[in-house]
């Protein structure tokens, strides 16, 4: 069996953003939302373009959770512009929507949400991919994935391609100094769950081991510190680095269960990625490990990271999610859904529209504790009141 481990070229450092000058090219499009248009961030990438006698537009038209409909629009901007370059700079909404635009520009036909890894798309004859992250979370700058919302129905699909690893991938700490606490918290912790679950995916690998366990260490030390200090530019460019390593993570080897519950509550309650993902987590350790040795090992060898020395794998991963709990608490991120101010009637209204979009992601093929709609409701259930898991 053949394995890949694909990343995009990463630059990192004080410089970062210096790589623009080699670039070689001459139309850049600049693909981003209005929030982070207007904290200049767009115009400071131009100029340097500019400079260079490129000609480049901005098209800030991104919305949080970006909807097939977006990315068809974004795409549209691209085929009347024609730019050899693309440039995403934001969070994970403006990368996913750069680059499935960019899948639509070079080849207009793409279903987006019947892509497989397998298909050919042959992009690249038109242009290439810059990613300049503004969260430090997603990791998508470094992944072969796209997370998309149906226009009709709302679901939030995920799929992926190998060639829509972005080719460039910016870490600069000053494009997410801007970001806000609550935000600053939920991406870290979108970090965090990428690198676990990338450690405990059934499609695991030894590359994408290596990205997670460091990972990890470095959400636990530095997301705190980014959190207290909004504007230290270290603990910034260590969440950056992190969450670029959890995203060669995942991206090599997928995500799991949290990511199935979490991509159903950002359909369903249109909570935060980072927030929903992060909430689940916890009670996916817990249901993972039961009676089962191997993924508790493994969630002890992440506990490890983060000095739980514990030898009994069952034990050691309990106190993991136990630790996550309270980074999340430390961080200010809601651990129930009544922390999260989600009431009841309209959990309970939703209920079954979690699970069974929860029942239709992706993600879910890859966990190793197979599971079914009444587990997951369940799941959800023990998450409604912050219960721990024990079934
Ligand atoms: N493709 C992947 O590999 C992958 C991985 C994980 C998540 N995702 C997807 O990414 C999306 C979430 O991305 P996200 O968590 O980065 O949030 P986001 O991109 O939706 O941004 C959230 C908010 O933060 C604002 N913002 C972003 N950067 C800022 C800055 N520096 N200063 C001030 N405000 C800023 C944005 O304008 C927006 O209002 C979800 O759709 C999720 O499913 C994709
Ligand atoms: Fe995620």
Redesign the pocket.
């Known amino acids: 069996m053949v394995w890949w481990f694909s990343v995009p070229k990463i630059v990192f450092g004080d410089d970062a953003l210096s790589e623009l000058e080699l670039i070689q090219g001459k139309k850049a499009i600049i693909i981003t939302?209005?929030?982070?248009n207007g904290?200049g961030?767009a115009e400071r990438v131009s100029d340097i373009l500019c400079e260079k006698q490129w000609s480049t537009a901005i098209w800030d038209g991104?919305v949080?959770?970006?909807k097939v409909s977006t990315v068809k629009e974004a795409a549209e901007a691209m085929k009347q512009f024609g730019p050899d370059w693309i440039i995403a700079i934001?969070?994970?909404?403006?990368?996913?929507t750069a680059?499935a635009a960019w899948a639509l520009y070079e080849k207009p036909g793409v279903q987006l949400e019947a892509l497989t890894p397998f298909d050919i798309l042959g992009l690249r004859v038109k242009a290439r991919l810059v990613c300049i992250?503004?969260?430090a979370?997603?990791?998508?700058e470094a992944?072969k994935?796209?997370?998309i919302r149906d226009d009709e129905t709302g679901r939030?699909f995920?799929t992926i391609n190998p060639e829509l690893v972005p080719d460039i991938a910016i870490l600069d700490p000053s494009?997410?100094?801007?970001?806000?606490k609550e935000?600053t918290a939920?991406?870290g912790l979108?970090a965090l769950v990428?690198a676990t679950e990338g450690y405990i995916s059934v499609w695991k690998n030894d590359f994408s081991d290596g990205c997670s366990l460091e990972a990890v260490k470095m959400v636990f030390k530095w997301l705190p510190v980014s959190v207290a200090d909004l504007t230290n530019l270290e603990a910034r460019e260590k969440m950056l680095v992190a969450a670029c390593l959890a995203?060669m993570s995942?991206?090599n080897s997928q995500v799991a269960l949290a990511h199935s519950l979490g991509?159903s509550m950002?359909s369903v309650l249109r909570l935060?990625?980072?927030l929903s993902v992060g909430m689940a987590l916890p009670y996916t350790i817990e249901f993972n490990c039961t009676n089962n040795n191997q993924c508790a090992s493994q969630y002890a060898e992440l506990a490890r990271m983060i000095g739980i020395t514990l030898k009994d794998g069952v034990k050691a991963s309990l106190k993991f999610a136990e630790a996550i709990r309270d980074l999340m608490g430390v961080v200010g991120s809601p651990r129930s859904f009544s922390e999260a101010g989600v009431k009841k009637k309209d959990f309970k209204a939703g209920l079954e529209k979690l699970v069974e979009f929860a029942m239709m992601d992706s993600s879910l093929t890859m966990n190793p504790r197979n599971t079914d709609s009444n587990e997951i409701r369940k799941i959800y259930e023990y998450m409604y009141d912050g219960k721990v898991i024990d079934f």
């Open positions: 939302d209005k929030i982070v904290l961030l991104v949080s959770d970006p934001g969070g994970g909404s403006a990368m996913d680059k992250p503004t969260t979370g997603t990791g998508s992944t994935a796209i997370v939030k995920a494009f997410v100094v801007g970001l806000p935000l939920y991406t979108d990428h995203g995942f991206g991509h950002g935060h990625h980072g």
